[in-house]
């Protein structure tokens, strides 16, 4: 099953750059979203195995630095793949729709953003995130989407939480 998913990515990443029969020439820069973990296994088995080289492609498989980065870097031209939350990329989609991306494959059915605290806070609904402080990189997918998940559970400033966010909703 996981060559599959390999496979199908590599054959994926070809069509992505519209070729059908590769050189051994093509150079492709890929970028991680960030460290390499489990979620990236089929970028890095490929590589691995030279399942991407059987396919003409040279690629190099550098970790990122959060998704926002990697669309920065992907508009930039620095890359010619990534493998940024799909959130992130959505937005930049949005605002910027004449250098909108193609998503090829979604890497995750439900994107693992989240808010994790301990237990012995007593947190059990979003509301209660209310006077709390909230701390996340930058570039992290949570923090960029935190404004909407506070419009959609009632919390009146989000600001508040997540400090020196500039929050706009609506």
Known sequence: MLKRIVQTGVTLAALLLGMQAANA????????DWIPGSAHAPFLIAL????YKAEGLDVTVDPGKGSTEVV???A????DMGFP???????????????AFPVVMSGYEQAPAAIFFLKSKG?????????????????????KLFPVFAQINGIPDPSKIYPGQVIKIG
């Open 25 to 32: 020439q093509t150079k492709i820069r890929f970028a991680l």
């Open 48 to 51: 691995q195995k030279g399942y």
């Open 72 to 74: 920065r870097q992907l």
């Open 123 to 143: 947190i059990t609904e979003p509301k209660q995130l209310d006077g709390k402080k909230l701390g996340s990189a930058a570039h992290d997918s949570t923090f």
């Open 85 to 99: 939350d799909i959130n992130v990329l959505a937005e930049f989609n949005a605002r910027n729709p004449e250098q």
């Open 76 to 79: 930039a031209g620095v890359y």
